[in-house]
């Protein structure tokens, strides 16, 4: 992001904290609980929203050489995507032609060639059939009709999007739609791979969506965990489209007060969600970017999966004693500008998020199970949120959400 667009957000979030406001939608909505429990509505987001929906599947520091792959299974499509020879960003089905057993057995990796584990056929990492085990008894020989199914794939802004169907599209710009000069900006494309973790949690995929959306809940939730570093319930915002940016003041940013606004950095001033539409949450701090892609259980609605990648950004120190520490980071009070590193990064979403935020989000989930609620309110200052479901039953072609009214 440029340095002006940067000095404006910066702006914004210590107007926000001088007057003590949040984000601002206009009026509290009522959320229709069976949302998160229906077992109709979920088999209807589930083809609309992940079987035919581009899916994002990581960034292009996840495969940065020719050879390295990566593969996932959280969308109905095993997908194996590879960097070929060329460079060259590609998907597959992540099956064998022969009788369907997976080739990429491993979460990431590198290799030119993929050996089917069940006969031994071969593959090479741009989807041709290079060997059929015993070819003369089997009786094919290596026929182009048997090489991997190809998926539809494209790589931009350092994103690596792929279609499960082989008869989708693929369209970056479109899915970003004005967002594109944002994301451009921040180079996601020189990020580097740090590591994974996997967040199971018994709770519908939209209500752990709905964690990203609002920091209302930070000084009673993260009582002695975030808030120690962040701003409650202030904070900045703005709309792309079904997409947004969501910036959340640090406790640092009071610091910047005493500097010259030309060495403001917006990183170091805030913690920056942009949410893609319709599972995509990627988080920007000081040195390091966690890329959380969310998705339902089709077969349980009141089950979720949260996959999170973290990454090094270009910018990063290398050293890890320069990054900031686990116990730094909630001890800081922030008042510690020092990078934070993958060990800041993954604390974060294992204290803050997965024991506090999915742990609560489960006690959700039971209320919504229960019945007893007929609705969820969504606040004026949870706007982040209130977008969210407002394009996703937009998608799914349901009615608005209704406006609370008291009286």
């Known amino acids: 992001m440029n ?24 009026a509290v909505v009522k959320n229709p609980t069976s949302v998160f429990r229906c077992r109709d509505l979920a088999a209807r987001e589930w083809q609309a929203l992940f079987r035919n929906h581009p899916q994002l599947v990581g960034l292009s520091g996840d495969i940065p050489e ?212 319709p599972n995509v949450q990627f988080v920007l701090v000081n040195g390091a970017v966690s890329l959380s892609r969310i998705y339902p259980d089709p077969n349980d609605p009141a089950h979720s999966y949260t996959q999170n990648t973290y990454y090094r950004t270009a910018t990063a120190s290398a050293v890890d004693g320069e990054q900031l520490t686990d116990k730094k980071l909630y001890e800081s009070g922030g008042a510690c500008n020092m990078e934070w590193g993958e060990s800041a990064l993954e604390e974060l979403f294992d204290t803050t998020a997965e024991q506090e935020d999915f742990w609560m989000g489960t006690h959700l989930q039971r209320t919504a199970d229960s019945d007893a609620l007929d609705h969820f309110m969504i606040g004026r200052n949870e706007q982040p949120v209130e977008h969210f479901h407002r394009n996703y039953r937009s998608a799914l072609n349901m009615p608005p959400l209704e406006e609370f009214r008291t009286g």
Not at 5 to 19: G, K, L, S, T, V
């Open 66 to 277: 020719p050879g390295n792959y990566i593969t996932t299974n959280y969308f109905g499509t095993p997908v194996l995507a590879t960097r070929d020879a060329k460079g060259r960003f590609r998907a597959f089905v992540n099956a064998c032609r022969h009788r369907g057993a997976p080739l990429g057995m491993e979460l990431r990796g590198k290799q030119s060639r993929f050996v089917c584990g069940y006969h031994a056929w071969t593959y090479g990492n741009d989807g041709k059939l290079l060997g059929v085990a015993n070819e003369k008894q089997f009786g094919t020989g290596k026929q182009s009709c048997l090489n991997l199914v190809e998926l539809p794939a494209q790589e931009k802004y350092g994103l690596l999007y792929v279609h499960p169907s082989p008869d989708g599209e693929v369209d970056i710009d479109a899915l970003v739609g004005d967002m594109a000069g944002e994301l451009a900006s921040w180079e996601l494309e020189k990020t580097r791979y740090l590591a994974d973790d996997l967040i199971d949690s018994k709770l519908n995929w939209k209500l752990a969506q709905d964690i990203f959306g609002e920091n209302y809940h930070v000084k009673a939730l993260h009582r002695d965990t975030l808030n120690r570093v962040a701003y409650s319930d202030v904070s900045t915002y703005r709309e792309f489209g079904r997409n947004h940016r969501f910036v959340v003041p640090v406790r640092y940013v009071d610091t910047l007060r005493q500097k010259p606004e030309n060495e403001w950095n917006l990183l170091e001033a805030s913690v920056v969600v942009y949410h893609l539409f």
């Open 3 to 26: 340095q002006q667009d940067q000095i404006e957000i910066i702006r914004e979030i210590i107007d926000a904290i001088d007057n003590d406001r949040a984000v601002d939608s206009g």
